[in-house]
């Protein structure tokens, strides 16, 4: 033991000493501070008075008047004592006693993990829970709770006989946590209460059940464990539906007419592991009984609107890439369709897909070269060729995939070089190969609606129906850049004219209906892809014949931190073949700006400035008429306590794509911090072309170090003109260190 005080005074009658004035005693790295401490030699015991403050060893702080405590800091009576743990939650009582080192027990004490306010330590803190008897076991690492009443910002709320939570330095316990709400208009009012169980440091289960007025009992559990390199979860949920009425009758949710939809569940996993810095392996599987279950009873982890399924091993080292993984899509919807049970038989399986790059450390003949390999092997069980409904209209005739198998193998390399002229012009030459081989082993119904797709007056041409497809694709590039400077008193800005030239012979089975489009469905014609070399969204569809892309960049800095940008330009389909304008199963070309020889001109200027406002606005005008037929306009400013963003986009019908008339929204969010822990907020979508307020959302939160909450209130309508709101509440309460309680915006429903 280390003892400094001013002064020390034996009293050898009494037996006693003690230290006076500036008393400190370190003891098996436990300290103690104070003004006076006294020892009596025969009880062992140490008086210590006047500002006393106590460190264990575990960092733990005690406060106090005076402290009446044994020789090792083990046993003792604390009156009028505030203690601060290591992880800044509070007890305080009017006394306190020590028992066995173990155990300390709290009269008429108070609990919370907020700090106290520096400008007012008397203020009550946000919440705070006063009981008649807080006991803390150092043992069992719990702290219970006797004749309690919780209080927020000092007002009663809530009284309850006795209760227990985890010792507030213990990170896992096994115990109820808080309970949440769950439910909505067709489920009822429900609570869910779960159970955690930690079995062991590295392994752990929740089991939750929840009670819904409507449709009865639902009971979740979940796994968790954890390794060195990475941990997966399990979980299974299931639920015995007391009234699949409640349901619409044309939902998969209550099951199709007369076959009510009781018994519904799902079983899922995830996992991760790092098998070393570069390789990681891991899962993601969902499997349920009916396609929607995990999304109408918000199944955490798997509610998402579609859902990927997928084994994957991924690797990443210097400037090489690989990626292969096998996928299967859930799309949660509750439609439903011809099987009884609705399953997503017409969202294909991907085994396996996968992806490899690799850009050689060394330059060849001056240039970079960049290696790629792609494959994919997809297999459907029921043909995708039905309407597919949207929130504007509908697409007809089009086929999303064919059922049977199909598969490619794609092998690419791509070579370049710049050259900087003295003038400063940049010419980049370019040689690409690429090389492609599809199998397809599809039904007789998809050949029979191919050959239907293929005589529509859309297409007019014939259906190459063949197991096998060989593509070989060569291309010999030029690009020119000539970015010039122009220097200012208070600005610079470059001026960067542009120009690209590809020659490629024409695409093989370009004007025939065959391969399948699987992964280049969609692509959108704007600034940002003006200048890629192939401008579909995947390997399915490669571009072929001679194109040339023409713009005009432009960047300028100012010293008062301002920046903008511009970008303006055209693409030529010079000779072959314009791939853009070729049949496709999804029509994919059509109405995309590029299936003219002459392109749509495209556009784009944005500006920044150093106060967080920011804005930009592309298009896409006819090359004719330069009539508007894609918008895009953002903006955004974030400064403080203020931040909000407005969008508006604007895409014109197409048709051939399924869109028979135009779509305009404008959609806007913003928040608000009006007061250092209090903030609001909201966001909105207007429909233009149907003039339907399609969500808006309102809420308003309050966080701090102990203590956040949010209340939130979401709408969504339809843009047919139904009188149909679905409106869903939120609240989400968050206590630190005794858990949380409600759900965000999504739990209720009407």
Not at 421 to 434: D, M
Request: charged share 25%.
């Amino acid at each position: 033991m280390l003892l400094e005080a001013d002064t020390l005074v034996y009293d050898v009658d009494k037996d006693t000493v003690t230290a006076v004035g500036g008393v400190r005693i370190d003891y098996a790295g436990n300290k103690l501070v104070a003004q006076r401490v006294s020892y009596n030699r025969k009880s062992r015991r140490l008086m210590a008075s006047g500002g006393v403050e106590i460190v264990n060893s575990d960092g733990t702080k005690v406060f106090s008047d005076e402290v009446d405590i044994t020789e090792d800091f083990a046993d003792g009576f604390v009156n009028a004592l505030r203690v601060e743990t290591v992880d800044k939650t509070y007890f305080a009582a009017e006394s306190a006693e020590r028992v066995g080192g173990i155990t300390t027990i709290f009269n008429n004490g108070v609990y919370t993990a907020c700090a106290p306010c520096e400008e007012k330590p008397d203020r009550a803190p946000v919440w705070r829970i006063k009981a008649q008897k807080i006991i803390w076991n150092g043992k069992a690492k719990t702290v219970r709770f006797e004749r309690s009443r919780f209080e927020f910002f000092g007002f009663p709320i809530a009284t309850l006989p006795a209760f227990e939570i985890a010792d507030p330095t213990v990170k896992r316990k096994s115990g109820f946590l808080f309970p949440r709400i769950a439910g909505g208009s067709d489920l009822g009012v429900g609570v869910a209460v779960p159970y955690y169980f930690a079995l062991s440091p590295t392994y752990d289960l929740t089991v939750t059940g929840t009670g819904f007025t409507k449709q009865g009992f639902l009971g979740e559990a979940e796994w968790r464990q954890r390794f060195n390199n990475g941990g997966y979860n399990l979980k299974i949920a299931g639920i015995y539906q007391a009234d699949p009425g409640a349901f619409d009758k044309n939902s998969v949710n209550s099951g199709p007419e007369g076959d009510p939809n009781r018994w519904r569940g799902m079983i899922g996993s995830k996992g991760n592991f790092k098998i070393n810095p570069r390789w990681q392996f891991g899962w993601n599987i969902l499997a349920q009984g009916d396609k929607n279950f995990s999304r109408t009873y918000e199944i955490e982890g798997f509610s998402d609107y579609v859902h990927r399924s997928e084994i994957y091993l991924t690797g990443l080292n210097n400037r090489n890439y690989f990626d292969l993984r096998g996928m299967k899509f859930d799309v949660q919807e509750d439609i439903l369709n011809s099987d009884p049970r609705s399953t997503n038989d017409d969202q294909p399986w991907v085994l396996p897909s996968f992806d490899y790059s690799y850009i050689p450390d060394e330059p060849l003949a001056g240039g970079e070269l960049q290696l790629a390999l792609n494959a994919r092997s997809n297999y459907r069980s029921t043909l995708d060729d039905s309407t597919f409904d949207n929130r504007f209209d509908s697409r007809n005739d089009l086929i999303q995939g064919i059922e049977g198998y199909s598969g490619r193998l794609t092998g690419a390399a791509e070579w370049k070089r710049n050259f900087i002229t003295e003038g400063g012009l940049v010419v980049t030459p370019l040689l690409a190969l690429q090389g492609d081989t599809t199998y397809v082993n599809q039904s007789q119904a998809s050949i029979d609606a191919i050959n239907a797709f293929a005589n529509t007056p859309v297409t007019g041409v014939e259906a190459d129906i063949r197991s096998a497809y060989y593509r070989l694709m060569a291309t010999a590039g030029m690009e020119l850049r000539w970015p010039v400077l122009f220097s200012l008193a208070s600005a610079s800005h470059v001026l960067e004219p542009m120009a690209q030239v590809f020659a490629r012979p024409d695409t093989p089975f370009e004007n025939s209906l065959g391969i399948p489009n699987e992964d280049s469905q969609s692509f959108v014609f704007d600034a940002s892809t003006l200048f890629d070399r192939d401008k579909f969204s995947g390997y399915d569809r490669i571009e072929g014949g001679t194109r040339a892309n023409i713009g005009l960049r432009y960047s300028g800095v100012y010293d008062n931190g301002w920046t903008t940008n511009a970008l303006f330009g055209q693409s030529y389909q010079l000779a072959g073949e314009n791939p853009f304008d070729a049949p496709d199963f999804v029509n994919v070309g059509a109405n995309s700006g590029l299936e003219t020889d002459t392109s749509d001109y495209v556009g784009l200027v944005g500006f920044a400035s150093p106060y967080g406002l920011s804005a930009s606005l592309s298009g896409r005008f006819d090359e004719q008429s330069f009539e508007l037929r894609r918008a895009a306009a953002k903006a955004g400013y974030t400064n403080g306590p203020v931040a909000v963003t407005a969008n508006y986009a604007y895409i014109q019908a197409q048709p051939l794509y399924g869109f028979n008339e135009d779509r305009h929204e404008i959609s806007a969010g913003a928040s608000i911090r009006f007061h250092e822990n209090w903030r609001a907020f909201g966001s909105g979508s207007y429909d233009l072309q149907s003039g339907v307020l399609v969500s808006d959302s309102i809420g308003l939160a309050y966080d701090d170090e102990c203590f956040a909450y949010t209340l939130s209130m979401t709408e969504t309508r339809d843009t047919d003109g139904g009188d149909d709101t679905e409106r869903r509440f939120g609240i989400s309460v968050s206590l630190r260190t005794l858990g949380d309680f409600g759900k965000g915006a999504g739990a209720w429903g009407s």
